[in-house]
């Protein structure tokens, strides 16, 4: 079975300041991790994967993710954080093991709060 | 490119009824997954269709059913509603084979009093 754990159920930054928001995860195989965002009363919208390769990856609106397979973490960082940042992030796992299906689990997610 | 579309945006409905929510994938693809996500709470996979037939569910009762048509869409079909079955239910495309994030839609937000 896979799972994905976000330990905070609220992250709070200044705007400017560096923002991470942390995800764990577990499965059997080997992961492809994925974050997403979701603002009021939307569906939930893409922001960045990890598939292979470059542990660091970058995606939308400046957010960047770093993979960590010894800590299986999947961190959301973003250097500078904006009030428009304000949201719901939702971290989702599935695993590359195709007899696992392609489902995404996802972790309970995290609200960031972005003042000015 | 309208992206994955959702029908209704909500819907109220009383306990003991039948509902059926409507999704439209992204154009390209061929793959749909329905979630359902309580208040407070991370989307929960339902299930999963691909060529026509259900290729996955998660931990959901039978009450909970569904169908993708020709065209790709997709219906989910919840019976005998429960107070519980309250919550956005959210529909995802993809294309098989191709490894990306899922789109999703904006959801339908269904209320059972």
């Known amino acids: 079975a896979q799972s994905v754990a976000q330990p905070e159920d609220q992250v709070n930054v200044a705007e400017g300041n560096p923002l991470t928001v942390k995800c764990t995860y577990s499965?059997?195989?080997?992961?492809?991790l994925f974050w997403y965002v979701q603002y009021p009363n939307r569906g939930l919208q893409f922001l960045l994967k990890?598939?292979?390769?470059?542990?660091l990856v970058k995606g939308s609106y400046g957010f960047e993710a770093e993979f960590n397979k010894s800590q299986t973490s999947f961190h959301l960082k973003k250097p500078s954080a904006l009030v428009s940042d304000s949201a719901l992030y939702f971290c989702a796992v599935r695993d590359m093991n195709n007899n696992a299906g392609n489902m995404l689990t996802f972790g309970g997610g995290t609200r960031l709060m972005v003042k000015p | 490119d309208a992206g994955v579309t959702q029908s209704p945006t909500h819907l109220i409905k009383t306990r003991g009824q039948q509902v059926t929510l409507r999704c439209s994938p992204k154009?390209?693809?061929?793959?749909v997954s329905w979630y359902q996500q309580a208040l407070g709470q991370g989307p929960q996979f339902i299930f999963q269709?691909?060529?026509?037939?259900?290729?996955q569910r998660g931990n959901f009762p039978d009450r909970f059913s569904g169908h993708q048509f020709p065209n790709y869409s997709s219906e989910l079909n919840v019976n005998a509603l429960l107070l519980g079955d309250s919550a956005l239910y959210l529909c995802a495309s993809r294309q098989q084979g191709v490894i990306a994030g899922a789109f999703f839609g904006q959801g339908t937000r269904l209320t059972v009093v």
């Open positions: 990890y598939i292979t390769g470059d542990n």
């Open positions: 154009s390209g693809h061929d793959t």
């Open positions: 269709y691909y060529e026509e037939e259900e290729r």
């Open positions: 499965v059997s195989g080997n992961p492809y």
